[in-house]
């Protein structure tokens, strides 16, 4: 039988959980012939959240509960979802209930039709501020000129991936990226749905600006190579006007319409604007030799301390394996990646 996995990343939704559990197995419920599996990543949450995604796991079998070591991010906690989900497809969904559950069987029918990643494009967006759509807006036309062209001009944060495309994403082991955007590098046909996104239904959201601001750099820096031709460009008309400006000061002063001077303030200015410029360019090289120096580290992107599935607790370790107490060894699957 075709199995969908409903891939959920969480921090701190406790007064959520519970909401969506009704929801998405109401929606589960009612897909014909199909099976079904939740996977629960909890991103190292600190209220109760932990709690009800453990009792929902030890009370359906078909529903996992990952939980990490300490908090390493939403797309680290998408990721784990996505290499331990074992459906024919999977459907990422939020937790806070702004993609609603009932979107999945549109976006079914996408796949059935032949569609290998089928996005949710939100063609409205309730309960958010002008100024944050706006600052949504530009972060997607930048994508769409410097990275990725088949960027949704609207963006997409829920989307349904075939299980070649899960395969094909799980060799990819990247740390400062984001999973969105190498699904729309990968290719495969896609395909898109429109849908609402609700207001959040409890709780603040968890993405704050510092975190949306590195969304920016890795998105740019990942999929493209623009800052640094721009910062070439920079420096390559720096120093032409540097020479320019040499040149117009040394036949001023032979022609006498330069007077000496203490050329103070043309000092300050080189120096307060070049070096800044400089100091820019170096910046943006730093950028891209920190994530290529992040990677030849090899550190995992995500340790997992803890995973129910078929009500069987099994803790993880870097060696991947536990004996636990029915006698059995559990091997690790990408639980340190």
């Known amino acids: 039988m075709t199995r969908i996995s409903v891939v959920t990343p969480f921090y701190n939704e406790q007064d959520n959980l519970p909401l969506l559990r009704e929801r998405l197995t109401q929606v589960l419920t009612d897909l014909v012939g199909m099976d079904y599996e939740v996977v629960l990543v909890d991103d190292h949450s600190t209220d109760r959240s932990a709690e009800i995604a453990r009792e929902w796991a030890q009370e359906d079998s078909r529903v996992q509960y990952i939980r990490f070591s300490r ?5 680290a906690a998408l990721s784990a979802g996505l290499c331990h989900c074992t459906g024919d497809c999977a459907a990422a969904i939020a937790a806070d209930l702004q993609d609603p559950p009932e979107t999945i069987p ?9 569609s290998d990643v089928v996005w949710a494009v939100r063609s409205a967006r309730k309960g958010e ?32 991936l075939d299980r070649k495309v899960i395969n094909a994403y799980r060799k990819h082991p990247e740390k400062n990226t984001t999973i969105l955007g190498l699904v729309l590098w990968m290719g495969f046909r896609q395909s898109s749905v429109q849908y609402v996104k609700a207001a959040r239904n409890a709780g603040v959201s968890k993405w704050t600006l510092a975190k949306k601001l590195k969304l920016l750099t890795d998105s740019i820096v990942t999929f493209s190579y623009a800052p640094i031709r721009a910062a070439s460009y920079c420096g390559i008309l720096m120093a032409i006007s540097g020479c320019i400006y040499a040149l117009v000061v040394v036949v001023g002063r032979f022609t006498g319409w330069v007077t000496p001077g203490t050329g103070f303030a043309a000092l300050m200015t080189a120096l307060l604007i070049g070096q800044g410029m400089i100091l820019a360019m170096l910046g943006i090289l730093g950028e891209y030799v920190w994530r290529a120096f992040d990677e030849s580290r090899g550190r995992p992107a995500y340790i997992v301390e803890e995973h129910i599935v078929e009500k069987h607790i099994v803790d993880k370790h870097i060696a991947g394996t536990l004996d636990t107490a029915d006698g059995n060894t559990h091997k690790s699957l990408s639980d340190v990646r």
């Open 71 to 75: 908090n390493f991010g939403s797309h």
């Open 106 to 114: 549109t976006l079914l029918e996408e796949w059935r039709a032949g």
């Open 129 to 160: 501020s002008q100024l944050t759509q706006m600052a949504a807006g530009i972060y997607y036309w930048l994508m769409r000129k410097l990275a990725l062209p088949n960027m949704p001009s609207r963006g997409a944060d829920f989307l349904l």
